[in-house]
């Protein structure tokens, strides 16, 4: 597609299950980023992946938290155990090769848990 | 950690009116990028830098990449209503951002 899609666009689910946030970066962009941005703030850095390797987890908060992309396209923001302070809009953004390129991102997924 | 922080936080101000907001950091960075967010959507790229002292223009936006690399502002000239949002600035190469600067404009 042109632009980075996320889904689903909202998830609601209960405290203490399993999530998946899906994102599907732009055709060709080797950079692929995770943040997550509660209301009134600005997006907080989770994790950066180049390729199909995560070259940089250290914004994700705990070990509930898990990113995966497999064939260096599609990633795929695992969430074990949610609780309610995960509730936030999940935001992930692809850049071509190379950290200093421009940087495009997804409309989000908002997570709430309840 | 690095921290962005942006000035002012929020601003109202009148149709036609020029804006400028800025963007400090406690570390030096390598590309700043300014990025405008409305409601319900993710944060859309407004204007890259890569070089310090370099000055970019697009439309009626201007910004500029500090001399020591740890600051940038955005100018914003004859601002109209479809300008509101927040702005935010970002640092890479982790992208880093900053705190943001909601801007409200009034015909």
């Known amino acids: 597609g042109a632009g980075v899609s996320q889904t689903p666009s909202n998830k609601v689910t209960e405290k203490g299950k399993y999530v998946e946030l899906r994102c599907d970066p732009i055709s060709g962009h080797t950079a692929l980023y995770w943040y997550r941005q509660s209301l009134g703030q600005g997006p907080e850095f989770l994790i950066y992946?180049?390729?199909?390797?995560?070259?940089?987890d250290s914004g994700l908060p705990n070990d509930r938290f898990f990113a995966v992309r497999p064939e260096g396209s599609v990633s795929t923001l695992k969430i074990q155990r949610t609780e309610r302070g995960d509730s936030a809009v999940y935001l992930c953004a692809s850049s071509p090769e190379g950290r200093a390129n421009s940087a495009f991102f997804g409309q989000g997924t908002r997570l709430t848990v309840v | 950690g690095q921290q962005l922080n942006q000035s002012p936080q929020s601003m109202f101000i009148q149709e036609g009116e020029d804006v400028s907001m800025n963007c400090t950091s406690s570390s030096i960075f390598n590309t700043w990028l300014w990025y405008k967010q409305e409601p319900g959507e993710g944060p859309v790229l407004l204007i890259a830098?890569?070089?310090?002292?370099e000055l970019t223009s697009n439309g009626r936006l201007t910004a500029q990449f500090g001399i020591t690399r740890k600051d940038s502002f955005l100018n914003i000239s004859a601002s109209i209503p479809s300008d509101v949002g927040i702005y935010f600035c970002?640092?890479?190469?982790?992208?880093?951002f900053g705190t943001g600067t909601r801007l409200q404009v009034t015909l």
């Open positions: 992946f180049q390729g199909t390797g995560a070259a940089d």
């Open positions: 830098l890569y070089k310090a002292g």
């Open positions: 970002a640092g890479r190469d982790k992208l880093t």
